[in-house]
């Protein structure tokens, strides 16, 4: 099968279109024919191993894993003897990274818990938009931010892959949101159901008066104190993404911060978990969530995207279409 390999850490260069061996499903394993993936910032991390703390996970000196990609949806192919929850020919979704990552390439094996049912109202490349970005936005919001309905919700940087599902899934929980993005991105945070919008090239939404029960803090660089004083007094900051400052601050201040405050402050490490997985596929099936899809690019040219996504204004996620797409499932409507 085709696949994106490499073997030693670097920039996107690194990246090669290989033929390599296809998988075999071990028992409790299922083979997915993958028709489409995504390039998101945490797999040029991963290319990249920087910051350094990622190699422990991804290898000290090599990677660990040499076909990267962590989002994924295709058809299930073959399954082992103990899988229960598939049968060939289902069509799935799932994020990688709990399982050694591999979704750059035509085929992949993976535990059935990696995986679940895709919202059945998407084509496989919605479908591979989903799996990481939006748990990143629901487990900030519903588990770290413990969001409820009627709060105000800020969400800074809700225009990349991450924050356009942060703006719809605050709105599924009831919050009236407020989304931080720059000019060219303020109709897109709108339609996504933003109650306001702040252009941060125009405004700082620290330093104009308004107060929030809830800030989820995707990207952009502002002191954790800046954060504070635009918090409720039992305001709740969760820090999911961003500068390095601002990541830095979260690890290290905020845990300080919660503990001499009323307020709680601290960043948020994904989680992958299938039952997720099926909570943002009901969502997306009853039409409160839905991706927003910037480009797309062939397998082939992984390493382009990547260095599209490094950049760091994807409007929305960038896809990777992998093999012939089905007739009627390339993309639509998105
Ligand atoms: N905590 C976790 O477990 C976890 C998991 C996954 C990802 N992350 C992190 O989450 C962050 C966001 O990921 P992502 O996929 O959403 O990234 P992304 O898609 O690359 O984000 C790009 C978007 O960010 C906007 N942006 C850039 N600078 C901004 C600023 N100063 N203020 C507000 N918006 C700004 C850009 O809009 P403009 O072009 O208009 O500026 C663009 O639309 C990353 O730092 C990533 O590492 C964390």
Same mark, same amino acid.
């Given at each position: 099968m085709k696949a994106i390999v490499y073997t030693k850490y670097g920039s996107? !260069? @690194?990246l090669q279109l290989k033929e390599v061996a296809k998988p075999a499903p071990k028992d409790n394993e299922v083979l997915v024919k993958i028709h489409a993936a995504t390039v998101t910032v945490g797999d040029s991390i991963v290319v990249r191993g920087?910051? %350094?703390?990622?190699r422990f996970w991804s290898g000290l000196l090599e990677p660990k894993h040499q076909i990267p990609g962590k989002e994924m949806a295709g058809r299930v192919e073959a399954v082992g003897s &103990? @899988?229960?929850q598939f049968q060939p020919g289902d069509e799935v979704f799932g994020d990688l990274s709990v399982c050694g /990552? +591999? *979704? %750059? *390439?035509?085929y992949v094996s993976v535990p059935e818990n990696a995986i679940a049912l895709k919202p *059945? &109202? /998407?084509t496989f490349e919605q479908a591979a938009a989903v799996p990481e970005s939006s748990v990143v936005a629901l487990q900030g919001l519903? !588990?770290? +931010?413990k969001i409820q309905p009627g709060q105000k919700v800020l969400i800074n940087g809700a225009s990349g892959g991450v924050g356009t599902y942060a703006v719809q899934i605050a709105k599924s929980f009831g919050a009236e949101v407020t989304a931080v993005c720059s000019t060219r991105n303020l109709e897109l945070a709108r339609s996504l159901g933003a109650d306001r919008v702040i252009d941060y090239t125009q405004e700082d939404f620290t330093q104009n008066g308004h107060r929030y029960d809830l800030i989820l803090a995707v990207n952009g660089d502002h002191p954790l104190s800046d954060y504070r004083r635009v918090l409720c007094p039992e305001g709740i900051y969760v820090g999911s993404g961003g500068s390095m400052a601002q990541t830095f601050q979260g690890m290290f201040l905020g845990p300080w911060m919660s503990m001499t405050g009323s307020q709680k402050m601290g960043n948020m490490l994904v989680k992958p978990n299938q039952n997720d997985l099926v909570f943002m596929k009901e969502l997306v099936e009853a039409g409160k969530v839905k991706p927003v899809i910037d480009r797309r690019y062939p397998l082939a040219e992984v390493p382009e995207a990547l260095r599209y996504i490094e950049e760091g204004h994807a409007q929305g996620k960038v896809v990777i279409t992998i093999g012939t797409l089905p007739q009627n499932l390339t993309s639509s409507g998105e």
């Open positions: 996107p !260069d @690194v920087m910051p %350094f703390p990622v &103990n @899988v229960t /990552l +591999g *979704a %750059f *390439a035509e *059945a &109202n /998407l519903r !588990d770290k +931010g």
